[in-house]
């Protein structure tokens, strides 16, 4: 019953573990793919004991530890093996390049192995002890729940790349509980697996990011290093550096002075924001050169409420923009803690509350009234592709545009701004939202509401309360 418990804890435990390494190598999509994975797996193994069932169940003590120890040890090399250069895929290459298809189901393949060989532990389990099959249900729902949080404990903890290796000792260490006296190759195997196991903990393969992820081509970059990174369930944060380095989305080509450098926050790989460290009137000037700046050229709002805050680019602006109070909400729960290892200055900014929480969840129980709601620059330059055009945004729904607008006092608004895309989708589908929203707010002429401003390749909307 506690083998039973063990594997079904790491079996669950090594699916989560998969679904962020596959996040963090290509997109968080491949979730799916693991998920699918798993249920193959399981499905093969039915299906192999139903023609082998009178054989299994008599070689019942022999299979058992033989099948968990197998486990753990495919746990812990399949990700070493879809990491070599000659089988790791590309997604975005699929497309292109016919071996990236046989790259895929290679490495599909090799994550099905450790899901089959636990699935044949657990059903020949079920088949031995049918007569018990309730308390086994019990125990392995209990075990699968259990290694659901374990997961997430270990993901605090441990680097991404030993996590596979970490589920991978779970397995062995229930098929070292069956083996008997006179299984001298089972207790060789189980050895040598822990062994095996124990050189990926400490010395982890390398986890080699898609070559089209945000952070590869920034490690690209000249003198580029990662200062900084931790891993978390809401996804894995690396702080790079590099004197190439610079942010200014949508400048104006008027603008003569040198754009700073910044150091780049990436979650999973993907760019998030650029660090500011210091505040201050040395980045007013660039500042008033952007579309962004647009709300604070028709008003000065004193109450700024920025949803999705990130690194901080638009509580600096804000800060330099003259706002007397800024509340910042953030979902991600390491980002206050890069900014306080980085000493960002204005995080401790008496004006400034930055809040880790959901936008969503904290506009329905926020009960303020502000000058100005501020959501993040969203797409990317010259527009999203591929896998990233599906992705989902929570915050852009006219459900929580709504949110946002009961949120506005009488004379406030609401700005977003968008990198601009070829030909033109993601802004249209903005305007169509926001126009949609305001028409079940009941405004009669949405248009008088609504104003935008482009550059070369950002554009800007924003939505006032009171006719413009």
């Known amino acids: 019953m506690s083998g039973l418990a063990v594997l079904s804890g790491a079996v669950i435990a090594y699916q989560i573990i998969l679904m962020q390494l596959l996040s963090i190598v290509q997109w968080y999509h491949f979730a799916y793919m693991i998920i699918s994975v798993a249920l193959l797996g399981f499905a093969t193994s039915g299906t192999l004991l139903v023609f082998i069932r009178s054989w299994a169940v008599r070689n019942f003590n022999n299979l058992m530890p033989l099948l968990m120890i197998t486990t753990g040890l495919l746990m812990g090399i399949v990700v070493f093996g879809s990491q070599y250069s000659g089988i790791r895929f590309d997604s975005y290459l699929i497309f292109s390049a016919g071996s990236q298809v046989l790259r895929l189901l ?45 997961a997430l404990v270990l993901i605090h903890v441990a680097d991404p790349a030993s996590l596979p290796a970490l589920a991978g000792l779970l397995a062995v260490t229930s ?7 006179r299984q001298t190759f089972h207790k060789i195997l189980g050895g040598l697996s822990v062994c095996i196991l124990l050189g990926l903990v400490f010395y982890p393969p390398q986890i080699t990011p898609s070559q089209f992820k945000s952070i590869s081509k920034t490690l690209n970059l000249p003198d580029s290093k990662i200062l900084w990174q931790k891993n978390n369930p809401h996804g894995f944060v690396q702080l790079v550096t590099t004197p190439a380095l610079r942010y200014a989305p949508g400048i104006s080509l008027t603008f003569h002075d040198p754009v700073p450098t910044v150091e780049g926050v990436f979650v999973n790989g993907n760019w998030y924001g650029p660090l500011v460290k210091k505040s201050g009137a040395s980045k007013e000037n660039i500042f008033k050169y952007m579309v962004k700046d647009l709300p604070y050229r028709i008003s000065n709002p004193a109450n700024v409420l920025v949803l999705d805050a990130g690194t901080g680019w638009d509580i600096e602006h804000a800060l330099v923009s003259g706002a007397a109070r800024i509340k910042a909400v953030e979902s991600h729960p390491l980002l206050p803690e890069l900014l306080e290892n980085m000493k960002v200055d204005w995080l401790h900014d008496e004006r400034v509350s930055y809040i880790v929480s959901e936008s969503r969840s904290f506009l329905r129980r926020d009960t303020l009234k502000y000058d100005l709601i501020i959501i993040p620059t969203l797409n990317s330059f010259g527009g999203n592709s591929g896998l990233n055009a599906l992705e989902e945004k929570y915050l852009l729904t006219r459900e929580a545009f709504s949110e946002m607008w009961n949120k506005l ?12 895309d070829y030909p033109p989708r993601y802004p249209l589908k903005v305007l169509a939202s926001i126009s949609g929203m305001l028409s079940a707010a009941g405004v009669e002429n949405p248009d008088a509401h609504i104003i935008a401003v482009r550059s070369w390749s950002t554009i800007t909307f924003l939505v006032k309360r009171l006719p413009v």
């Open 409 to 420: 006092s009488d004379e406030g608004s609401l700005t977003i701004t968008t990198w601009m």
């Open 106 to 150: 290679f490495t599909y393949l090799l994550f099905f192995l450790p899901f089959f060989c636990a699935a044949m532990a657990i059903g020949l389990t079920f088949i031995k002890e049918a007569g018990s099959i309730s308390r086994l249900y019990f125990v392995n729902l209990v075990g699968s729940g259990l290694g659901g949080v374990l």
């Open 175 to 181: 098929g070292l509980f069956l083996i008997k006296n």
